[in-house]
């Protein structure tokens, strides 16, 4: 496969996405860009903006086994990984699995669960494996996470701790959609108050496993170049240089941002980086391993402020 096919392949998925979900092309594209860099994405925006539907619609297009968990402040991480049972007929202890044991995880809400089985999924999103009682399980090399938390209610709710937030390739503000979308949410949904099923919606698995292995191993050839490596190294320690920020990126962020940039070029159907591959992915990218100084909460200042600040003043190769 090479990076035209990756291309078409990106739109047919998007189209077949599209009968089901109106607008959210940013969504989408960020959803693609992690799936072919091999990343995780968090998802924050208010109830009702279709993040739940949308990874629905997501696995099934590229034949996913699809997961969903709804994160509560009950929640062990048993429930989650899954537990081993002992079976008095055998003598011995068999594993029931829990819902990470899938190639697309849905964690709901990730934020409502508490930092004991938040750090559960730690692993799982660095080295695609759990480890239950000693032992190892392999979660598949298409393992990825769609996390979603709601901005707007904050009681009963423990912050994600940055050891895992680092883990995130990205991290998306959903918006509320505009008047044109919004109508036409209304005039294909409005006929019922449930969800709608992605199949009734005539979406269907149209791409297989094989063909998304194709298109990854494309996407890992993508040509990156010392100066636009240079240039993504620059942009993360200009994170850190800030006084206004506390904390910056880590080095883990430069790799990633650059395994991003790689498939947002292929995405184009590009077989070499762009400095503007970097500089369009680059805010969801770092907005959530920054921490803000005293100083900078104070005068009022965002992350998402300091970063676009620190993408146009940071030199990018011709």
């Known amino acids: 496969m090479n990076v035209s096919q990756v291309k078409e392949l990106s739109e047919h998925i998007k189209a077949q996405i ?100 938040q750090a559960a999924l730690l692993e799982a999103m660095q080295e695609r494996q759990i480890t239950i009682d000693g032992t190892s399980y392999d979660l598949g090399a298409h393992f990825m996470v769609i996390a979603t938390q709601n901005p707007i ?82 942009l993360i320690r200009a994170t850190r240089e800030n006084p206004l920020f506390e904390t910056g990126a880590s080095p883990r962020a430069a790799a990633m941002l650059a395994a991003a940039a790689r498939a947002n070029a292929a995405l184009d159907g590009r077989d070499f980086v762009l400095p503007d591959d970097v500089k369009s992915i680059a805010l969801p990218a770092l907005r959530h391993r920054v921490i803000l100084s005293p100083v900078a909460e104070i005068e009022g200042r965002s992350a998402d402020e300091l970063i676009r600040e620190i993408i146009e003043h940071t030199s990018a190769p011709r």
């Open 153 to 234: 209610e904050q009681q009963g709710t423990y912050p994600l701790p940055e050891a895992q937030l680092d883990r995130f390739l990205f991290k998306h503000n959903l918006d509320y959609p505009n008047r044109d979308e919004e109508i036409q949410i209304v005039t294909q949904h409005g006929a019922r108050t449930g969800s709608p099923s992605v199949k009734s919606l005539g979406i269907k698995p149209t791409v297989s496993k094989k063909v998304l292995q194709d298109a990854l191993n494309c996407v890992a050839n993508v040509k990156l170049t010392d100066d636009v490596i240079h240039y993504v190294v620059d």
């Open 18 to 117: 599209a009968l089901g979900v109106i607008g959210q092309k940013d969504t989408i594209n960020l959803l693609l860009v992690s799936l072919f860099a091999g990343g995780h994405i968090l998802l924050e925006g208010p109830p009702g903006t279709a993040k739940t539907f949308l990874a629905q619609c997501f696995a099934n297009v590229l034949s996913l086994n699809f997961g969903r968990i709804q994160f509560t402040p009950d929640l062990m991480p048993g429930d989650l990984l899954g537990t081993n049972l002992f079976d008095f007929q055998t003598n011995k202890f068999s594993l029931i699995k829990g819902p990470i044991f899938c190639d697309l995880l849905l964690a709901d809400e990730i934020n409502r669960t508490p930092p004991k089985t």
